[in-house]
């Protein structure tokens, strides 16, 4: 039996030096010239398709009208500057699925409680929505001004 002595090193030095081939099998593109602010560059671009979800909180206001509305945890309550105005933000689902029925607010002098319940529209009750979570938004506006007052949320 007859042996070869392969030169691996040789081999594996040109197969890190050699080109890449292109997306398209072809050779990889080289050049050294920058582009110049009058010549088009090609720069990907991630632009959402239409009705995609964007960047931050999706605002989420109450409809009613949900079957079965059941308590929703919030994330984080931030009041605003005015004092009377708490920013609740949470995490959900998609509408119709996933629909804010409304938020009650219970206040004291030593605290401020917020629950928020969400349901299925009951316009869409048997419609398929996809598993996805959506971080929400919602305002809330005191009767009186937070001020020293703990805020606690009403589904825990």
Do not use: N, Q
Not at 4 to 22: C, D, E, K, Q, Y
Not at 134 to 151: A, F, H, M, N, S
Request: hydrophobic share 40%; charged share 25%.
């Amino acid at each position: 039996m007859r042996r070869v002595r392969l030169a691996t090193p040789f081999l594996f030095a040109v197969l890190l030096t050699a080109p890449v081939a292109g997306a398209c099998g072809g050779p990889a593109p080289v050049s050294s010239a920058s582009p110049s602010p009058e010549s088009p560059t090609d720069v990907a671009v991630d632009t959402p398709a239409p009705g995609t979800p964007t960047a931050g909180p999706s605002p989420a206001v109450p409809k009613g009208g949900t079957l079965k509305p059941r308590k929703i945890a919030w994330t984080s309550a931030e009041p605003e500057a005015d004092g009377r105005t708490i920013r609740i933000l949470w995490t959900s689902g998609v509408e119709p699925c996933h629909t804010l029925d409304r938020v009650d607010v219970a206040e004291t002098a030593k605290t401020v409680t917020i629950t928020l319940y969400e349901g299925p529209l009951r316009a869409s009750p048997d419609v398929a929505c996809i598993e996805i979570a959506i971080e929400k938004v919602t305002e809330v506006r005191l009767d009186k001004p937070l001020g020293d007052r703990k805020i606690v949320d009403g589904a825990r």
